[in-house]
Nanobody, 127 residues
Framework: QVLLVESGGGLVQDGGSLRLSCTFSGRPSNAYGVAWFRQAPGTEREFVAAIARSGTMNTIKDSVKGRFTISRDDAKNAVYLQMNSLKPEDAAVYYC????????????????????WGQGTQVAVSS
């Protein structure tokens, strides 16, 4: 069974940057498509970004395009979310999710397609 652990969250000022990491253990990350979701208090969980096994296909939520980048380093069994120009509305708990897939290219923004989830890391943005 794969275990996902997120790290890198914290408090940052408006306009600041953070890099979130999702580290795999138990199974190699290269067998999984991976996504980041987030949930702010009182709101539903929402998709942020996803990356295919190949690392060359990804999809990003429109409101964070140009500010957030998803990447992966399977040699380190890790997936990253680089977040720049953070805004107060980006504050949330960020979750890493993974789905084992044969496809090297498929990406998905749908939470129900992901079988494995981390515990989340808190991101706070002060204005």
């Amino acid at each position: 069974q794969v275990l996902l652990v997120e790290s890198g969250g914290g408090l940052v000022q408006d306009g600041g940057s953070l890099r979130l990491s999702c580290t795999f253990s138990g199974r190699p990350s290269n067998a999984y498509g991976v996504a980041w979701f987030r949930q702010a208090p009182g709101t539903e969980r929402e998709f942020v970004a996803a990356i295919a096994r190949s690392g060359t296909m990804n999809t990003i939520k429109d409101s964070v395009k140009g500010r957030f980048t998803i990447s992966r380093d399977d040699a380190k069994n890790a997936v990253y979310l680089q977040m720049n120009s953070l805004k107060p509305e980006d504050a949330a708990v960020y979750y890493c999710a993974a789905r084992k897939t044969e496809s090297l290219w498929d990406v998905s923004a749908f939470a129900e397609r992901y079988d494995d989830w981390g515990q989340g890391t808190q991101v706070a943005v002060s204005s």
